[in-house]
C-alpha cells in the first residue's frame, strides 16, 4: 500500500464536535458525507472553515473528511477551524506558531450557562411583587 496515513484531529465548540481527517489531495472537503458550499451555505462559514490553510499556505493541499455533531452550525464552524488547524499541526509542527497567533488552537470555553432553580432562565428572575 502507498497510501499515506491520514492525519485526524479533534475540534470543540460550545456543545459541537467536529472530527476532522487530513490526507494529501486537491482540496476537497467534505462535512457530514456532503460537500463543503452544500453544508456551509454562507461565505463567511466557508472562509471560516478555510482559515487554517490560509495562514498556513496549504491550500489545494490536502482533502478533508470531517463529522461532526451537536451545536449549530456556527458552533460546528468553530469546531471544524479547530480540527483542521490542530490536524495541519500533526503534519507539520512549524505551523504550531503560526495558527497559535491567530488563535486558531485555542479552545473557546463559552458555553450556555445552565437554568437554575427558582427562576424561569439562568440569570432571569420572575417578575416580583411589592402587594
Do not use: C
Not at 458552533?75 to 509542527?93: P, S, T
Not at 488563535?103 to 427558582?118: I, V
Amino acid at each position: 500500500m502507498s497510501q499515506t496515513t491520514p492525519y485526524n484531529a479533534t475540534g470543540r465548540r460550545k456543545t459541537a464536535i467536529a472530527h476532522a481527517w487530513l490526507t494529501e489531495g486537491s482540496g476537497r472537503i467534505t462535512i457530514n458525507r456532503r460537500g463543503f458550499e452544500e453544508y456551509l451555505p454562507t461565505i463567511q462559514l466557508q472562509n471560516a472553515v478555510l482559515q487554517p490553510f490560509q495562514v498556513t499556505n496549504t491550500m489545494n493541499k490536502f482533502d478533508v473528511n470531517v463529522v461532526t455533531k451537536g451545536g449549530g452550525i456556527h458552533g460546528q464552524v468553530g469546531a471544524i477551524r479547530m480540527a483542521i488547524a490542530r490536524a495541519l499541526v500533526m503534519v507539520d509542527e512549524a505551523s504550531r506558531a503560526q495558527l497559535r497567533e491567530f488563535g486558531l488552537l485555542t479552545r473557546d470555553s463559552r458555553m450556555k450557562e445552565r437554568k437554575k432553580a427558582g427562576r424561569p432562565g439562568a440569570r432571569k428572575r420572575y417578575q416580583f411583587s411589592k402587594r
